[in-house]
């Protein structure tokens, strides 16, 4: 750890001196983002490394490294930099997407499709339902909702709740890797976070439709005219879908007919749909779930070989990918909101331990499976920061107060999701049992290899 600690304050002094050649006046382009992404690299490995000793998950070291370093705080990564860094970002969404589609075996998980799917329409509905009576009661007392009607607090109320319905394959996934955990938890909680954040951006379309049919048309985003944009969000999700298909089945021919350098081949089809991805209004995580669940569902590729050909780039990519979401959190907003935002935390908690509890109980789930599921859906990150970002640009003048209120309690969940998840699988003694197969593939008192136990 002081290692990893020397390593960081060094790194961290020579970029502050570096910055400190540059005139007052001037500013970091073009090559900034080779700076930033090479910073954030090393400077995020080292505070997981310290995270690791510390008994820590790596996930959380790497926010909090991005947090310290980003625009709010030290300032060594720009407002600018972080901008140049989104294409980085969606490769890494696409990358993780991507391995959790290909560990997620319809075969294997059809006896489970009934408690994942109980599990989840509980746990959602519950959170759901206590959020929203939340935020109906506070909402009233917050600067940006004083002017509106009470059906138009009850509609913020209803845009808030659901985007706070969201969960986290991106942490789920990374937590997964780092730990090599395997087993019924892992297995359970990683397809539960799958499908839920699949209902919530549909329901979000719902949800939006509503809000603008309540606020008159000067509300809205600007050309947005109150039209809803469901009809541009379905395609939004098909058009990804469809596109995730085409990568999978572009995969899979060249696996099949060239075979070599796999896990570069990815990698640049990863590249490219990011690239396009903006113009054709295309979701990374969408086109990379879906091309992965066509490679070990449909093709005749295992996900497997395409975990193990690009598993050597992993972690790096979550380091840079979740220090990236830390240099994005908006420190000083969540403050201005803490209050609210922990009050949203804990009534989301609450909804999902409850929720969950009582669609395992149904459900007839293994008690010590299902009281731990809960924990690895109180993690956010990916897809509710996109609708909290949506949020704020589709409705004025309100959206920006909402998206502050929505990104302080993703902060909070952020932060403590993820070691509350590794608690869990610790509790649930799985992690360590990955082997070369499928994170999946392993029951729950499969064997522990010595350098697995040592590594974790």
């Known amino acids: 750890m002081i290692r990893a600690a020397l390593v960081l304050a060094l790194v961290a002094g020579i970029s502050f001196a570096a ?54 705080v030290l300032r060594l990564i720009t407002p600018s930099m972080l901008g140049d860094l989104t294409l980085v970002k969606k490769v890494a969404v696409g990358l993780i997407a991507l391995n959790a589609g290909c560990e997620l075996n319809f075969a294997r998980l059809r006896p489970k499709i009934r408690s994942i799917g109980l599990v989840s329409i509980f746990a959602l509905l519950t959170e ?22 009470s059906a138009q607090r009850l509609a913020v109320a209803l845009i808030c709740a659901t985007v706070l319905c969201a969960l986290s394959p991106a942490v789920v996934m990374g937590i997964l890797k780092e730990t090599r955990a395997a087993g019924p938890l892992s297995e359970m909680c990683l397809s539960i976070v799958v499908l839920a954040d699949l209902a919530v951006v549909v329901a979000f379309s719902f949800t939006e439709s509503v809000a603008r049919a309540v606020f008159p048309p000067d509300a809205a985003a600007g050309g947005a005219g109150g039209h809803s944009i469901f009809g541009a969000l379905a395609v939004h999700i098909f058009g990804s879908i469809a596109t995730g298909i085409a990568v999978g089945l572009v995969s899979a021919l060249y696996i099949r007919r060239v075979g070599q350098r796999i896990g570069l081949f990815v990698f640049a089809v990863l590249f490219v749909v990011a690239e396009i991805g903006g113009a054709l209004h295309l979701d990374p995580l969408l086109v990379g779930l879906s091309a992965g669940l066509f490679l070990e569902n449909i093709s005749p590729v295992s996900g497997h070989e395409v975990i193990h050909e690009t598993e050597v780039a992993a972690m790096p990519t979550f380091a840079v990918f979740f220090a990236v979401v830390g240099a994005e959190v908006h420190l000083h907003a969540f403050f201005s909101v803490a209050p609210y935002a922990a009050m949203a935390a804990l009534a989301r908690a609450a909804g999902i331990y409850a929720g969950a509890r009582f669609g395992a109980r149904v459900a007839k789930v293994d008690p010590e499976v299902a009281a731990r599921v809960p924990f690895g859906m109180f993690p956010q990150a990916g897809v509710a920061i996109g609708l909290a970002n949506l949020v704020a640009s589709s409705f004025k003048p309100w959206g920006a107060g909402a998206a502050t209120l929505i990104l302080g309690t993703i902060v909070i969940n952020e932060m403590l999701g993820p070691v509350l998840f590794r608690m869990a699988l610790s509790r649930a003694g799985e992690i360590g049992k990955k082997r070369e197969g499928s994170l999946l593939d392993l029951p729950s008192h499969a064997p522990t290899p010595e350098a697995d136990v040592e590594a974790t």
């Open 19 to 72: 910055r400190s050649f540059l005139p007052a006046d001037a500013t970091i382009t073009g090559s900034g983002a080779a700076l930033a992404f090479g910073f954030l690299l090393i400077a995020a490995m080292q505070t997981g490394h310290i995270f690791h000793d510390l008994r820590l998950p790596h996930l959380t070291g790497f926010i909090l490294c991005g947090a310290l370093f980003g625009p709010e």
């Open 128 to 149: 759901f339902v206590l959020l929203f009576g939340l935020f109906s009661f506070v909402l009233g007392r917050i600067e940006f909702t004083a002017e509106m009607t």
